[in-house]
């Protein structure tokens, strides 16, 4: 599968496929509140993604992405910044070992169904980032706080190795998401 998101990725960037004819266009309408004028909670977001090199020419896109998904689903947006930071560090291309994908790295074997069902592009800034914030926030009401945010990066109860991992991800999240506290 892996193999095949890096193709198609090539394709698109390259001009010779258009994100309709992956499979992955964006049907759904546009439902995210539109923010006209400065808005204050987008400076502290995105001078965190600085702070933690997030690509200068996309960075006012995916702090402007984090802040709408934020406000859509209830979601702290600092939460949503403080894991994209982990899972790609903000990297819209980026594929995992695992078969995840884009900036926010949906696992497409867990999510594929839904991703199909709704025309997500996982390539897509603000789709990716949505998905991510819709998922986060299921597993937090779900769970709680601290076991949602490792559900996110997979975390199977039971599994020695999978909490030991999910505890060092819980840790880098959480890092992340204290030094958003001193940015402003």
């Given at each position: 599968?892996?193999?095949?998101?890096?193709?198609l990725?090539?394709?698109?960037?390259?001009?010779?496929?258009?994100?309709d004819?992956?499979?992955?266009?964006?049907?759904?309408?546009?439902?995210?509140p539109?923010?006209?004028g400065p808005?204050?909670a987008?400076?502290?977001i995105?001078?965190?993604?600085k702070?933690?090199n997030?690509?200068?020419?996309?960075r006012p896109r995916?702090?402007?992405a984090?802040?709408r998904?934020s406000?859509?689903?209830?979601?702290?947006?600092?939460?949503?910044a403080?894991?994209?930071?982990?899972?790609?560090?903000?990297?819209?291309f980026?594929?995992s070992?695992?078969?995840a994908?884009g900036?926010?790295?949906i696992?497409?074997p867990?999510?594929?169904?839904?991703v199909?069902?709704?025309?997500?592009?996982?390539?897509k800034?603000?789709?990716?980032?949505?998905f991510?914030?819709?998922?986060?926030k299921?597993?937090?009401?779900?769970?709680?706080r601290d076991?949602?945010?490792?559900r996110?990066?997979?975390?199977?109860?039971?599994?020695?190795?999978?909490?030991?991992?999910?505890e060092?991800?819980?840790q880098?999240?959480?890092r992340?998401?204290?030094?958003s506290?001193?940015?402003?």
């Open positions: 599968m892996k193999i095949i998101f890096a193709v990725l090539v394709l698109v960037e390259a001009g010779l496929l258009n994100s004819a992956t499979g992955f266009s964006h049907k759904m309408p546009d439902t995210t539109k923010i006209s808005d204050s987008i400076n502290p995105d001078s965190l993604l702070q933690f997030v690509d200068n020419a996309r995916v702090a402007l984090i802040v998904s406000r859509t689903h209830n979601v702290d947006a600092r939460l949503i403080s894991i994209l930071i982990i899972e790609s560090r903000g990297n819209p980026a594929i070992r695992s078969d994908v900036i926010m790295q696992h497409v867990t999510w594929a169904r839904t199909d069902e709704e025309g997500i592009n996982l390539f800034i603000e789709d990716n980032i949505d991510g914030a819709r998922i986060l299921k597993y937090v009401e779900q769970y709680g076991e949602g945010i490792k996110y990066n997979g975390w199977i109860a039971g599994d020695s190795e999978s909490e030991q991992n999910a060092a991800y819980f880098r999240v959480q992340v998401y204290l030094s506290l001193h940015v402003r």
